[in-house]
């Protein structure tokens, strides 16, 4: 699945973890450190497959692992924060 930032959300790093505003619902959505991860990956590889094979590469538990990526892929685009290309 291919997938982009929706670019008219705006982002902002504070400390460990993201926030993005979503300006047509006026929502925040706070990224924790592997929803971040993820949001930072999409800028260099859009492909979720290749999304979770970098990040698999840095974690243990594949299973948690794959849980965390649907359930923030899931949740980011119900908030429209990413969308589908």
Request: hydrophobic fraction near 45%; aromatic fraction near 6%; charged fraction near 30%.
């Amino acid at each position: 699945m291919n997938l982009v930032k929706n670019p008219k959300c705006i982002y902002k790093k504070i400390d460990e973890i993201g926030v993005i505003l979503e300006p047509e619902s006026g929502k925040f959505i706070e990224l924790n450190s592997t929803a971040l991860e993820i949001w930072n990956l999409l800028d260099e590889m859009g492909d979720l497959d290749l999304i979770k094979i970098s990040l698999l590469k840095k974690y243990e538990n594949e299973e948690a692992l794959n849980d965390d990526i649907t359930e923030f892929i899931n949740n980011a685009l119900v908030a429209s924060i990413i969308l589908k290309t």
